[in-house]
């Protein structure tokens, strides 16, 4: 299996005054094409800060971070900027819809930013992802609108609408009951499958690390272990 992330002894360092705070300390990590894995650490660990630098939202203090074969440390902010656009989507526990939207303009909102679709092509690839969740009665409907579930749904199809190689998911089923988030991690899965897409989870969730390949367990900024499982 080809990697499409990889980590080399990432370092990372906030400042806090005259100090610094190690956020991330000596990472080395790979993760394979279409891996459905799961970050696991208690809450400060560093697993948001890891997240971060996978996404390109972040650079390392020290070390390289490569996504899809490229060094993040050399590209400029308008280069991180295209290579998220183009390569990553991310799914958020608080899920991050524009309240002000459709259901239908918030999964189109990325294709704007990502440009080179017509607006046919656009709707074509909007109402496929839509439909793929399950949502298409609602598409005419705002977030107020949705139940959790339901927004979770949309933040769901907005991050694959792109068809990006990578999908972050920081938290995804925090805000959901049990019936529900079970429901959106068996949704993810059958997405894996079907598409080969990479999901790279940070979660406390037990549900998702037991449906994941892999589990890779950080405490206070260190990789402890990676524990490979079986989907």
Do not use: W
């Amino acid at each position: 299996m080809a990697d499409i992330v990889r980590l080399d002894a990432v370092e990372k360092e906030y400042p806090l005054g005259k100090l610094s705070v190690k956020a991330l300390q000596g990472i080395d990590l790979t993760i394979g094409k279409g891996e459905f894995t799961t970050i696991a650490g208690p809450s400060g660990s560093g697993k948001t800060t890891l997240l971060n630098l996978i996404g390109c939202v972040d650079v390392p203090t020290r070390g390289e971070v490569h996504i899809a074969d490229r060094s993040t440390k050399t590209l400029d902010d308008n280069q991180l900027t295209q290579l998220r656009l183009s390569t990553i989507g991310f799914i958020f526990q608080s899920f991050n819809l524009i309240p002000v939207l459709t259901l239908f303009r918030n999964v189109e909102f990325p294709l704007l930013l990502q440009g080179g679709l017509t607006q046919g092509e656009r709707e074509r690839r909007v109402r496929e992802m839509v439909d793929k969740v399950g949502l298409t009665p609602q598409l005419g409907q705002r977030p107020y609108e949705l139940s959790g579930g339901q927004r979770q749904r949309t933040a769901i199809a907005r991050a694959l609408v792109t068809k990006p190689q990578i999908v972050l998911a920081d938290e995804p089923t925090a805000n959901l009951d049990s019936k529900t988030g079970g429901q959106i991690i068996e949704l993810m899965r059958e997405i894996n499958h079907r598409e080969k897409t990479t999901f790279i989870f940070s979660t406390h969730d037990q549900r998702v690390m037991d449906r994941a390949d892999r589990i890779v367990h950080i405490a206070d900024g260190r990789l402890e272990r990676t524990e490979k499982k079986s989907a």
